[in-house]
Every structure is written in structure tokens, then in C-alpha cells.
């Protein structure tokens, strides 16, 4: 089935340093998705991105669809206490039919900050 | 702005025990996601319902169901609960269209002694 390779797997930085991680697959995808968990709560969606090539921001997140379909990044520029979390990315994988199409996973990326 | 409502937040349960778990999607939302998430793991897709019929199927067990009834919210019914079936459940609503995206509830976290 399809599968999302996400790295690194766990991050330790100094606040105010950028942070980039990404997910790649050998499947193409109609849709990705960059979430943010804290333990125990739901993920909660940070960036959409829905045409291969787009690069969208939210703040200081930018995050690119890849051109080949199969790959995404996310990046947090200068970051702060409160990014610490574990980030995901998730995938629509491609179908000929539209709506109702579950995510697949990343395996997580464990972000910590240093302050 | 509304989000998705889970109950119950946490459910302790004995082995071969059933549970209940309720999911209220987004207002407008007609679509429901089950995610079944283990500690340490990523969300692992169960079970999808679109306009109130089983539009996909993931790793769901056979002791699982789900259903989602006219007002668009959903039960996911666990029977013969086993210690494996510890785990934070998700409930993610969407609103199908060209430009669809999920958004997950806080969820279940339950716990089979």
C-alpha cells in the first residue's frame, strides 16, 4: 500500500533556528497535508496543499507540493517554545474519484526546542 | 469556529469488554474518518462514511463497526475488546469537494485492562 517517509524522525534545536523536514513516497498523491500533534490531543491542521508545485505559507510555516507529486516540505522559520510537538504529514493518495479519500501518514517528525 | 466533538475523552474497559465511541463532525460536514492511533505511532485510517454509507474500508478488525446515522454523526462500536485496542481514537470530518481537507476531533483515549 501507499507509504509516507517522513524525516528526520526527531529534531533537538535552539529556539529561534529554522526547522525543515519533508516526506516522500513512491506513490503519487492528490493531496497533502501538514498537521501538529501535542500528546494526547488531535492533530491539528497547520497547511493544505492541493496542486502539485504549490508552495504555501501560514506565518512563519511555508510548506511545497512536490512537482512529481510524491514529495512534500514543511518549514518553521525562527522558532519559538511553543512549536515544540510532533509534526506529521499526510497524504490523500491518488484516485480518479473525488471526496471521502482517507490520509496516510507520515511517521511523525519529534520537534523539541531548546530555549 | 466549531470543531469535532468526541466522546467519551477517556473510556477504561476490562478484556472482551465493548465500547462505544461517538464522533459529531464539523456543522455541514458529511463525511467521517475513524483513525485508530497507538502510542508512539501515526494515525492508521479505519473506516470512512460519506452521506451516511461506508465509502472506505482500512485496517478495521471484524470485532469493529461503524455507522454514521442521519445527522451525520457516527458510532464506532469495539466488541471482545482486547489489550492490543488500547489506543487514542480520532474522528476526522470533511466536506467532500475538489479542495478537501480533514480536520481531526481532540479524541478518545481508551484503555482495555
Known amino acids: 500500500g501507499q507509504q509516507l517517509n517522513q524525516s528526520p524522525q526527531s529534531m533537538f534545536i535552539q529556539e529561534g533556528e529554522d526547522v525543515s523536514m519533508n516526506c516522500t513516497s513512491s506513490?503519487?498523491?492528490?493531496?497533502w497535508l501538514w498537521y501538529k500533534q501535542d500528546p494526547g490531543e488531535g492533530p491539528v491542521l497547520l497547511i493544505a496543499?492541493?496542486?502539485?508545485?504549490e508552495l504555501t505559507s501560514n506565518g512563519r510555516l511555508t510548506a511545497q507540493f512536490g512537482i512529481t507529486r510524491k514529495d512534500s516540505f514543511l518549514n518553521i522559520s525562527a522558532s519559538i517554545p511553543s512549536d515544540v510537538g510532533i509534526y506529521f504529514c499526510?497524504?490523500?493518495?491518488?484516485?480518479?474519484?473525488?471526496?471521502?479519500?482517507?490520509?496516510?501518514f507520515g511517521q511523525g517528525t519529534r520537534l523539541t526546542i531548546n530555549p | 469556529a466549531a470543531g469535532v466533538i468526541q466522546s467519551p475523552r477517556h473510556l477504561i474497559k476490562e478484556k472482551r469488554e465493548t465500547a462505544t465511541l461517538k464522533c459529531y463532525p464539523i456543522?455541514?460536514?458529511?463525511?467521517v474518518y475513524w483513525y485508530q492511533q497507538g502510542p508512539g505511532q501515526d494515525p492508521q485510517f479505519l473506516i470512512s462514511?460519506?452521506?451516511?454509507?461506508?465509502?472506505d474500508k482500512g485496517s478495521i478488525p471484524d470485532r469493529f463497526s461503524a455507522q454514521q446515522f442521519s445527522d451525520y454523526h457516527s458510532e464506532l462500536n469495539m466488541s471482545s475488546l482486547e489489550l492490543g485496542d488500547s489506543a487514542l481514537y480520532f474522528c476526522?470530518?470533511?466536506?467532500?469537494?475538489?479542495?478537501?481537507?480533514?480536520?481531526f476531533g481532540p479524541g478518545t483515549r481508551l484503555l482495555v485492562l
Open positions: 476526522a470530518s470533511s466536506r467532500p469537494g475538489l479542495l478537501e481537507t480533514q480536520y
Open positions: 506513490s503519487i498523491f492528490n493531496t
Open positions: 496543499l492541493y496542486k502539485a508545485g
Open positions: 499526510a497524504g490523500q493518495p491518488y484516485s480518479l474519484i473525488q471526496g471521502a479519500q482517507k490520509l496516510v
Open positions: 456543522p455541514r460536514h458529511d463525511t
Open positions: 462514511f460519506y452521506e451516511k454509507m461506508q465509502s
